[in-house]
């Protein structure tokens, strides 16, 4: 089970940090990931980070502007987002990444937080 926190409204250039915490026997083990979705679009990926935190991978349209982590004695993973924009604006989910799973890919992934919602005015 996932629990995605943090989400909130901000303006524009503000910074917010993402938490998902995780319960489960399989945290450790597996790679963990942040979508984003907008209504009427599907969910898309933003980072992704493996299973001892020392690789990670990001979406074109957010390098150097967040970075992804995790605390496995936690049983967490964080989003760091900064110089927020307003096409940030979306819900956003944390998974835990099938093994061999693509990242990029909403099915490469099986277990799913309920979204939290970040919404940066201009």
């Known amino acids: 089970q996932l629990q995605a926190s943090g989400g909130g409204l901000v303006q524009a250039g503000d910074s917010l940090r993402l938490s998902c915490v995780a319960s489960?026997?399989?945290?450790?083990?597996?790679?963990m990931g942040w979508f984003h979705q907008v209504p009427g679009k599907e969910r898309e990926f933003v980072a992704v980070i493996n299973f001892s935190g020392d690789s990670t991978y990001y979406a074109e349209f957010v390098k150097g502007r967040f970075t992804i982590s995790r605390d496995n004695a936690k049983g967490a993973i964080y989003l760091q987002m900064n110089s927020l924009k307003p096409e940030d604006t979306a819900v956003y989910y944390c998974?835990?990444?099938?093994?061999?799973?693509?990242?990029?890919?909403?099915?490469?992934?099986?277990?799913w937080g309920q979204g939290t919602q970040v919404t940066v005015s201009s």
């Open positions: 998974a835990q990444r099938l093994p061999g799973g693509l990242y990029y890919y909403s099915g490469g992934y099986d277990y």
């Open positions: 489960g026997r399989t945290f450790g083990s597996r790679g």
